[in-house]
């Protein structure tokens, strides 16, 4: 651990701090080791706190598990990408809820007219889509703090798995997540990240 590290302040511990950000890594393959229903009720019930505009919680899950289902999967995911899905124990279809607008009266109360207002928007897809993506990040945070290790994937035909899964309806498929416990040989060494000062201004 660098010496900025120990020296910074966190709310959390240093356990919490390698677990979910440190010393966690993209998962690229799994043992045989199950995930329980609870494990995944868990990661939403800690996703489900991420930030939304007007609390809006456009995000939807599929969780996959049975092998027919990953099989409908696993069609529209690019060769490259089809052994990590088949080897993870759940595979799950994070989707945009387009239609998120009619929940608002129910999520965010103290905004009138949010629903008409989103309804006319010629942005919502986009805002719906912006905003899945944030509790995305949060999906895979939460699968950590679970004791799970994430392998989010691009590389899939996302109007293939939208009429797949969620024909007729207003989900459009962001990301495609593998969940389980990675095996020994499925992570790489952790590639480098830029420096504070790299990236960062201070103004």
């Not at 939208?162 to 095996?183: K, P, Y």
Request: glycine content about 8%; charged content about 20%; cysteine-free.
């Amino acid at each position: 651990m660098s010496a900025t590290a120990e020296a910074t302040p966190f709310a959390i511990d240093e356990l919490a701090a390698d677990v979910l950000f440190r010393e966690a890594h993209t998962a690229y393959g799994f043992t045989g080791e199950t995930v329980s229903d609870a494990e995944l009720e868990s990661i939403y019930e800690l996703m489900k706190f991420a930030p939304t505009m007007n609390n809006a919680q456009p995000l939807r899950i599929t969780f996959l598990r049975g092998e027919a289902a990953k099989a409908r999967l696993i069609k529209h995911i690019a060769d490259g990408n089809k052994a990590k899905s088949e080897q993870a124990p759940v595979v799950a279809i994070l989707a945009a809820d387009t239609d998120f607008h009619q929940h608002l009266p129910r999520l965010a109360p103290q905004s009138q007219g949010a629903r008409e207002r989103f309804g006319a928007s010629p942005m919502r897809e986009q805002i719906a889509r912006n905003n899945a993506w944030m509790q995305a990040g949060y999906f895979i945070i939460a699968a950590r703090a679970v004791g799970l290790d994430a392998g989010p994937m691009g590389g899939f035909n996302a109007a293939g798995v939208d009429e797949e899964f969620f024909a007729g309806t207003a989900q459009r498929t962001i990301m495609i997540v593998n969940l389980g416990h990675a095996s020994a040989e499925g992570q790489f060494p952790r590639n480098p990240r830029f420096g504070f000062d790299e990236v960062v201004d201070v103004l």
